[in-house]
Nanobody, 125 residues
Framework: QLQLVESGGGLVQPGGSLRLSCAVD????????IAWFRQAPGQEREGVSC????????TYVDSVKGRFTISRDNAKNTVYLQMNTLKPEDTAVYFC??????????????????WGKGTLVTVSS
């Protein structure tokens, strides 16, 4: 059983940066891939990035490539999402989620085993 808690959201101007953190409570983080999803009002939940448990293989949705970086520190039981050059269309509630061993093939939300409650990111001037 894992518990995930997101933090680091807030209000930022376009072009700014934020770093989200996903603190994982419970044994077994090294065995899990961790993904970030986001959901804007009235829209479906969208996969943003994922990092595998072995080798740290990372994947990103096209809209954030070159701007967002996912990383993990298993010793601190934390996964990070560094978000740079933020755009208004990045505004959403951001969730982290865990899946045993490998990232889902196509960011399928239903494939994830555990979820956090989310943190709000607002990009606005």
């Amino acid at each position: 059983q894992l518990q995930l808690v997101e933090s680091g959201g807030g209000l930022v101007q376009p072009g700014g940066s934020l770093r989200l953190s996903c603190a994982v409570d419970g044994l077994g983080l090294p065995y899990y891939a961790i993904a970030w999803f986001r959901q804007a009002p009235g829209q479906e939940r969208e996969g943003v990035s994922c990092i595998s448990n072995v080798g740290g293989h990372t994947t990103y949705v096209d809209s954030v490539k070159g701007r967002f970086t996912i990383s993990r520190d298993n010793a601190k039981n934390t996964v990070y999402l560094q978000m740079n050059t933020l755009k208004p269309e990045d505004t959403a509630v951001y969730f982290c989620a865990a899946k045993f061993y490998v990232c889902p093939a196509h960011f399928e939300p239903h494939a994830m085993d555990y979820w956090g409650k989310g943190t709000l990111v607002t990009v606005s001037s």
